[in-house]
Nanobody, 121 residues
């Protein structure tokens, strides 16, 4: 079982920036597509951003270009840079790994425990 560990969450104010990190224990990390999902209070978990093994990136439409995903295969890490944060971005953020890039939660088999991001107005 691949272990995914998220970090970097916290309490910030609207307009601030934050960078989340995801560290994978998977030996085939460089062959995995990695995605960030989030679950807001009382809502379902939704796709936020994803990155392929070839550094192709995918983003949810609601982000309006505010977030940026990147990866460092040498460190087995993926990052989510979040700019101009809004109260609506308040959620628990999860990273997940899959063999192929997807926006569907069900396609990802390895998940972290999540990191909380709270944006105050």
């Amino acid at each position: 079982q691949v272990l995914m560990v998220e970090s970097g969450g916290g309490l910030v104010q609207a307009g601030d920036s934050l960078t989340l990190s995801c560290t994978s224990s998977g030996p085939s990390f460089h062959n995995d597509a990695i995605a960030w999902f989030r679950r807001a209070p009382g809502k379902e978990r939704v796709f936020v951003a994803g990155i392929t093994t070839n550094m192709g990136t995918y983003y949810a439409d609601f982000l309006d270009g505010r977030f940026y995903i990147s990866r460092d295969n040498a460190k087995n890490q993926v990052y989510l840079r979040m700019n101009n944060l809004k109260p609506g971005d308040t959620a628990t953020y999860y990273c997940a790994a899959a063999r192929w890039m997807s926006r569907r939660e069900a396609d990802f088999g390895s998940w972290g425990q999540g990191t909380q991001v709270t944006v105050s107005s």
